[in-house]
């Protein structure tokens, strides 16, 4: 690594690399020495573990739904290639966890539905909706914690699902949940420091990506040798930055 560093350094701007590909170069470079060949060339191309590994389109999960009756609002998600039918939930437990809610849903800022969710009775009043910036599947496992707790994240859960769902509870202050996101991701983290840092990253939590590269010191010879899939779509100075700190 720290041969190869210095003349990635006098690369330039790499905006238009990506991880994957920089960690084939660097992997060619740690070859010094050796003739270059076919079998040297190879190092460039993605190996065969490399190539079955394949970056998630989406997430799977478990869209959140509750037994408990006379919900008054429906909370909808970003539109996207998910169910377009909003997340039936309670005023009172949103405003519990969230002041950015309760101050939301006091103001009535988000319009009346005069809608009801299918399955409603049919003299059932209309609920009010709640619009969210993020996707079905972080809503989803927002309300889940916010109805079940801390249970709710003893599933494992992607490192990226546990990143957007800690941006999404710092955006609506929802402090007395977020403890437990942080200790689910800081358990992940701990195994998964290059995982967690570009996710981190791609959510704009930088305090986060520094906490996990100061995860990642404690092993910088494992990690700098490290492939995962997501580097095929992550920008190669995110990796150069993250293989500078370890450095």
């Known amino acids: 690594n720290a041969e190869a560093m210095p003349f990635v350094d ?17 992997r060619f470079l740690r070859c010094k020495g050796k003739p ?5 060339l190879l190092l460039l191309s993605p190996t065969s573990a490399e190539r079955g590994e394949t970056t998630p389109c989406g ?20 539109p996207g290639e998910e169910s377009t039918e909003p997340l039936r939930a309670h ?45 079905e599947a972080v809503v989803s496992a ?8 801390r249970a709710s994240l003893n599933i494992p859960r992607p490192l990226t699902m546990l990143t957007k769902l800690l941006k999404a509870e710092e955006k609506y202050d929802m402090k007395d949940i977020a403890h437990w996101t942080q200790a689910a991701w800081d358990e992940r983290a701990f195994h998964s420091p290059l995982e967690a840092y570009f996710a981190a990253i ?31 779509t992550t920008s190669a100075p995110i990796y150069h930055r993250f293989l500078k700190f370890i450095d």
Request: hydrophobic residues 40%; glycine residues 6%; aromatic residues 6%.
């Open 142 to 149: 927002l309300l889940t914690v916010c109805y079940h707790g």
């Open 202 to 232: 791609a959510n704009g939590l930088e305090d986060h990506a520094k906490g996990a590269a100061l995860k990642a010191v404690e092993r910088p010879l494992l990690l700098t040798s490290a492939y995962i899939s997501v580097m095929e």
């Open 36 to 40: 270059v060949d076919g079998e040297s």
């Open 10 to 26: 006098s690369l330039g701007p790499m905006d238009d690399i990506s991880a994957a590909n920089y960690f084939r170069l660097k």
């Open 59 to 78: 997430v799977p999960f478990e869209r959140f739904a509750t037994d408990i009756p006379s919900t008054d609002i429906l909370c909808r998600p970003a």
């Open 91 to 135: 005023e009172a437990v949103l405003s519990v966890h969230s002041t950015v809610l309760k101050a939301r849903l006091a103001g009535h800022e988000d319009p009346v539905s005069s809608d009801r969710a299918s399955g409603s009775p049919l003299d059932s009043p209309p609920c009010r909706s709640l619009h969210f910036d993020e996707d």
